[in-house]
């Protein structure tokens, strides 16, 4: 794959191939979400950063969240509504440590009325748990994919020659 197009959403990046052929250049250029990109270049080098089996990928957190909120003892406030919003509320922080902080500067309300503090231990059972399933959500991708950019100089370049050209689909 030496032309790489990434989009947000699978069916933009289905939209995209279809322009593609059109055009002519289908079979030239791999057009891709930004997750499912970065799982297959993650996927190829797994083996080469890290002796772990590769990290089972959670289709749904919500029964991870559930038992991170179990695990803080908010076993009491486990309906769907909250749940929801304590899963949006982690895919937005990204970073447990940096909770409190980040809250507290762009003045952010945390899900069912729980305190950022809280929310933080909330967010490291959450990470706990999946560390402990041997899984990873689906932001993780992301996250890891950076990492291994970043910190292993061989894979990186390994994954920086296998893409000669990016494109970014800037109309989503």
């Known amino acids: 794959m030496r032309v790489l197009a990434v989009t947000f959403s699978v069916k933009a990046a289905a939209e995209m191939r279809v322009r593609l052929e ?8 791999t057009a891709a979400t930004f ?12 083996a080469d950063v ?15 969240t559930m038992r991170a909120m179990r695990r803080v003892g908010l076993a009491d406030r486990l309906d769907d ?4 919003a304590v899963r949006d509320e982690i895919n ?13 500067a762009v003045e952010r309300c945390m899900p069912a ?14 990470e706990l748990e999946k560390t402990a399933r041997g899984e990873m959500d689906f932001d993780d991708i992301l996250l890891m994919m950076c990492h291994v950019l970043e910190e292993f100089d061989e894979p990186a370049a390994r994954i920086r020659h296998a893409i000669g050209w ?7």
Do not use: N
């Open 166 to 172: 990016l494109t970014v689909d800037e109309y989503q």
């Open 35 to 46: 997750h499912s990109a970065a799982l297959r270049q993650l996927r190829r080098v797994w």
């Open 92 to 104: 937005w922080a990204k970073a447990p440590s940096e909770v409190e902080r980040v809250a507290a």
């Open 22 to 29: 059109s055009l002519g250049v289908g079979g030239q250029v």
């Open 50 to 64: 890290c002796e772990a089996p590769f990290p089972r990928l959670i289709e749904d957190a919500r029964d991870i």
């Open 81 to 84: 509504m909250t749940v929801r």
């Open 113 to 126: 009325g729980i305190d950022a503090s809280h929310f933080a231990d909330i967010y490291d059972a959450y």
